[in-house]
Every structure is written in structure tokens, then in C-alpha cells.
């Protein structure tokens, strides 16, 4: 079965209108009860770059956790976030985003990517003592605009070095949303065979034309954990000016039923999520 990650923080981060904490607590709770693996719900922050998430805390308490299978992800950048972020008891994974690319990362952490490795150590002994799991995200993980190298081999070297810290979930992320089915099958051709105790993830960011043959090709390798978001919506704002949708959740659900992949969803629940969503996401 498919795991299927929510990621309605992905989808507000760059929203052009600020969404009201009642907004938020609302439309989370609308999704927990969908039956999705992980909500990633929110992020620890500086407010000063991404403010739309800067209730992150306030959202929190509010979330209904006791009729819900549904875990929650919270993104961080850095080791003050994580710090932060750990003291929650309703959190179950730490998210960071780790790029092969140098411009990136320091465009969205503001460290070198020696400097972040150390973080992802710090940040690793942080959640294994606080009973929380670390998820990085390899973004840049299919190319980048910036003209910093990149090759399939790069992504690999630095996926061993998450494997080396025993990190057990490491998410590619195709930030920019240049993925294409020949890298992706390349990288989880040889990805899922070699460390079979490590889950490895798919995070695309996609246009209506071209989501299919990437989930295809990231699934015809073993791939069964996907980040989406309903109606597509989401980017990273600290990447290009232009933001690249995030894989569309009822894609991926269309894509689970024509290929017969099993999945034990609420309709009725996801039904109310899709019509909150029509309006936290109005035009």
C-alpha cells in the first residue's frame, strides 16, 4: 500500500493572501480525518521568511489527534527549530530540507551544505533522545536552475551520508519541478534496492501535463511513499519567482486506482477536505 503524505504546509507557505489561524485549525482537522499517513502540517520557522506559517504553534493545540491515524510532520531549517519543535509531543517527524545544491541551501537555510550536514547530525541526536523521527528532504534532488553541479551520482553520495547518520526516511525532492522519468528512475532504480531498510520517498513538484510519467517512473521502482497536496497547490517560495505546483493529491488518487493500488481513505471526509480546500485556496 501507498503512503501518502498531505502537505497542506507545502500548499500554504507561499499563498498569496494570509490564511487565518481558524483557517488553518479548520482545514487540518478537515484532513486528519481523511486516513492520510502524515500531515505536514506546519513549520518551525523564522517568521520573517515564511510568516504565513508563523502560527505554527498556535495551530497546534487545536488539532483534533485523538480520532486520527494520522501522524504530523512539521518542516524546520535549522537546529533552533528543531529544538523548538521537539518539546510537542503531538509531532512524530522533524522535516529538513537538505540541497545538493549550494546556492539553494543557502537561499533557504542560510548554511553551506557542510554547515547544514552538521545540522541533520545535531538535529538526528535531537529527535532519537525526544522520541522523534528526522525526514530529510533531498531537495534539488533532480537538477537545478542555479548552474550548480548536479548528477544523479551527487544525489547518491549524499544519500549515503543520511544513511551513514541512520536516518531511516529520506524524501527526493524535485524543488524546481525539473525532474524527468529518466533521472527518476535512475536514482530509485538504484536507490530502493540498496538500502532496503530505509524508506525513500518521492516529493514532486509538477504541472498538469507532466505528473504522470513521474509518479510512474518513481513507482515502477518500488517508490510507495508520495508528498501531495489537494488541488496541486504549493511551491517553495525560496526557490525560483515562479512557483511549481506540488503533485496534486487527486492525481495521485487517480493514479492509485488505475493501477489497482489499495487504499483505505474516508470519502465522505475527503469530500469536506476538497471543498475546504476550495476555500482556504480561492483565487
Known amino acids: 500500500m501507498l503512503k501518502l503524505i498531505e502537505c497542506p504546509r507545502d500548499a500554504m507557505q507561499g499563498w498569496h493572501r494570509m490564511i487565518s489561524t481558524d483557517e488553518k485549525v479548520e482545514y487540518l482537522n478537515a484532513l486528519l480525518k481523511v486516513g492520510f499517513d502524515t500531515i505536514d502540517f506546519g513549520s518551525f520557522v523564522s517568521p520573517k521568511a515564511i510568516p504565513q506559517l508563523a502560527d505554527t504553534k498556535d495551530v497546534l493545540p487545536r488539532l483534533q489527534l485523538d480520532d486520527t491515524a494520522s501522524k504530523l510532520l512539521a518542516i524546520v531549517a535549522n537546529v533552533r527549530g528543531a529544538e523548538e519543535a521537539i518539546i510537542f509531543d503531538e509531532i512524530n517527524y522533524l522535516g529538513f530540507p537538505f540541497s545538493v545544491s549550494e546556492t539553494f541551501q543557502l537561499r533557504n537555510t542560510n548554511k553551506t551544505i557542510a554547515e547544514s550536514l552538521e545540522q541533520v547530525q545535531t538535529m538526528q541526536e535531537l529527535c532519537l533522545k525526544n522520541n522523534k523521527e528526522l525526514v530529510v528532504y533531498i531537495s534539488m534532488g533532480f ?11 551527487i544525489v547518491l553520495q549524499w544519500v549515503e551520508e543520511m544513511v551513514k547518520m541512520e536516518i531511516n526516511t529520506i524524501s527526493l525532492a524535485d524543488t ?19 538500502y532496503p531498510g530505509v524508506e525513500i520517498g518521492a516529493h514532486f513538484h509538477a504541472s498538469p501535463q507532466n505528473w504522470e510519467t513521474k509518479v510512474l517512473a518513481a513507482w515502477e521502482q518500488g517508490c510507495k511513499r508520495f508528498d501531495s497536496s489537494l488541488k496541486g497547490i504549493g511551491g517553495c517560495p525560496m526557490a525560483e519567482d515562479e512557483l511549481v505546483g506540488n503533485l496534486a493529491t487527486e492525481h495521485l488518487l487517480a493514479f492509485c486506482e488505475q493501477h489497482q493500488e489499495p487504499l483505505s481513505l474516508n470519502q465522505a471526509a475527503l469530500r469536506e477536505a476538497q471543498r475546504l480546500a476550495d476555500i482556504v485556496f480561492k483565487d
Open 143 to 153: 537538477g537545478n536552475p542555479y548552474g550548480d553541479p548536479y548528477s544523479p551520482e
Open 176 to 194: 524546481v519541478g525539473l525532474a524527468d522519468p529518466g533521472t527518476i528512475t535512475a536514482l530509485f532504480k538504484h536507490l530502493i534496492p540498496a
